[in-house]
């Protein structure tokens, strides 16, 4: 009875509690169902240091934004989505018709992005908003910016589910995208869209440095549980569902810093996966040493 | 499946491929009737490939005329895939994009459109193969399952560059044999080949290329000994130098 008691106080609690942690809860959910499809998709686009990439992108314009209206959100998050999608669009218009692939045409433009970001930033604004800015303030997010956040997320599930066959299709035989249509580029454009708006999310709940985790590494750890694109997205996206409100309590109560909690939780679960899961590493090695192979 | 009285007559006027305007193909002009079953054949650097991308579409002429095809009645299949054969789908899923004609991008994919997937596995040899991963393929069986693609893209004018690479004898005698079915249904194939006894067997029509046509015909008019050393001797190498061809249309 205490005990039971107890655990209801250590899980529920703080959420009964304090309105901070619910609107966290809220704020967690909302990104968890967002950007983890997003993220099954960028890992099978071969995109995942692309995302990290892109999450720097945006850094400039959140500060430019900064700069003109202060910590504001509306103004941050159109200077995101703005860096962003220039980031976007121009490393791939370089990659398409200049001598430059588009690796090193992204690395170019994120460098300059990254590096006028935290330009203006230090130049500018104080230590605590360069904390905010890298690692986000989930314990701070206000209704705004839980409105903003579903809001990604609605227009986020819509247009993946609109777009799912062409962005299906260019990752698995591109070639044959072009021959039967041609929404094989609005796929690649509206999906680095997605990529920019649920970075922008990412940025306002876990900061710039941690807003491409609650992607990759829900997505990475679901590849090792299923073998399907649905499934891959239904498993990332409960992984990230849980291990967020699971890194959300811990850092309340151990006193921690959100976003780096729940990041390392995703990347505790990644690891486990890759041991443990049906599809890990142990389970393939068992397979191969204890059973022997079928007659055919 | 349906018959084609839609399969058009390709026609090619005076037609010159190539690249940053060195010709790749030069000056050719021929029919192609409806119902064709033709093989293009020529040393490496002939202009093969490049002639099929031509008609496929996806490059444009330096001069002369394609007429007769459009490109939502090709299905085409290039020398080399973009298939990433790692991606986490299954057979039927894959099979099934040969049906993006009808089912776009927010069409629902019905009980019909999954028996005709079925169907079209059965007809290269893979049923029992819809759920398995893409993954577990074979390379023969991979092509057996673009073929199935190509089934369910029932286009009238089919292109090949190819097609028999990298597969065993009997995945070839198979795939040859829906070729000729093809055929009997109406639909014009063209294909790049390189066994010259295949070509013999299976193919009644043959162009012969090298860099321009050397013999265009009935197949064993085509394939002669003299042909195929004047062919040898037109596969002239990409000179940096050249000047301006005269006879430009």
């Not at chain 1, 006028?116 to 303030?137: A, E, M, P």
């Not at chain 1, 209704?143 to 599930?157: M, N, R």
């Not at chain 2, 084609?4 to 010709?23: C, F, N, Q, V």
């Not at chain 2, 059965?122 to 693609?149: M, N, P, Y």
Request: hydrophobic fraction near 50%; aromatic fraction near 6%; charged fraction near 15%.
């Amino acid at each position: 009875m205490m005990q039971n008691l107890l655990l209801d106080n250590a899980l529920l609690g703080p959420f009964i509690e304090f309105g901070f942690m619910r609107q966290a809860l809220l704020g967690c959910i909302a990104l968890a169902l967002s950007a983890a499809p997003v993220g099954v998709f960028l890992m099978l686009r071969r995109m995942s240091l692309m995302g990290d990439a892109m999450a720097h992108a945006i850094l400039p314009g959140a500060a430019i934004g900064y700069l003109l209206f202060g910590l504001s959100l509306a103004a941050m998050t159109v200077g995101g989505v703005v860096a962003g999608l220039a980031v976007a669009i121009g490393s791939g218009l370089v990659a398409r018709n200049t001598l430059i692939r588009e690796d090193t045409s992204l690395a170019a433009f994120y460098l300059i992005s990254l590096s006028l970001g935290v330009l203006i930033v230090s130049v500018r604004g104080n230590s605590v908003d360069l904390l905010h800015v890298l690692f986000g303030s989930v314990l701070a997010l206000d209704g705004a910016a839980l409105a903003l956040l579903w809001g990604i997320t609605g227009v986020t599930l819509a247009t993946l589910f609109l777009i799912r066959r062409p962005l299906i299709l260019d990752c698995l035989d591109p070639g044959f995208l072009r021959q039967v249509s041609g929404l094989g580029s609005a796929a690649h454009y509206g999906f680095l869209a997605l990529l920019v708006i649920n970075l922008v999310a990412g940025f306002h709940a876990l900061g710039t440095l941690m807003a491409v985790g609650i992607m990759v590494l829900p997505a990475a750890s679901a590849r090792f549980w299923v073998r399907r694109v649905g499934p891959l997205m239904a498993v990332a996206t409960a992984l990230a569902l849980l291990t967020s409100v699971a890194g959300l309590l811990v850092s309340y109560h151990a006193d921690w810093p959100t976003s780096p909690v729940i990041v390392l939780g995703l990347g505790g679960v990644y690891l486990l996966s890759m041991a443990f899961a049906p599809r890990g590493v142990l389970r393939q090695r068992l397979r191969r040493s204890g059973q022997r192979h079928l007659r055919a | 499946m349906s018959t084609h009285a839609s399969t058009p007559t390709i026609t090619l006027r005076d037609l010159t491929l190539g690249y940053e305007r060195h010709p790749a193909v030069h000056h050719l002009s021929l029919h192609i009737q409806p119902g064709a079953l033709v093989a293009v054949v020529g040393p490496n650097g002939a202009g093969k490939s490049t002639l099929i991308k031509a008609l496929a579409g996806v490059l444009a002429p330096l001069s002369g005329h394609i007429e007769g095809l459009q490109r939502e009645h090709i299905a085409w299949l290039p020398q080399h895939s973009d298939l990433d054969a790692s991606f986490p789908i299954d057979v039927r899923g894959m099979v099934a994009t040969g049906l993006w004609r009808q089912v776009g991008a927010l069409g629902r994919f019905t009980a019909a459109h999954r028996q005709r997937c079925d169907a079209a596995l059965a007809a290269v040899g893979l049923s029992g193969f819809e759920t398995r991963g893409l993954d577990t393929l074979s390379g023969g069986q991979l092509q057996r399952a673009r073929f199935a693609r190509l089934i369910l893209q029932d286009a009238p004018v089919v292109l090949l560059d190819e097609p028999f690479a990298a597969v065993d004898q009997r995945t070839t005698a198979d795939l040859l044999a829906l070729l000729h079915g093809w055929q009997r249904a109406g639909k014009t194939v063209l294909a790049v080949l390189h066994d010259t006894a295949q070509v013999r067997e299976h193919f009644p029509q043959t162009l012969l290329l090298a860099r321009e046509p050397v013999a265009w015909g009935a197949t064993g008019e085509v394939l002669t000994d003299a042909n195929w050393a004047r062919a040898q001797r037109l596969r002239e190498p990409f000179d940096e130098q050249a000047g301006e061809c005269g006879a430009v249309a």
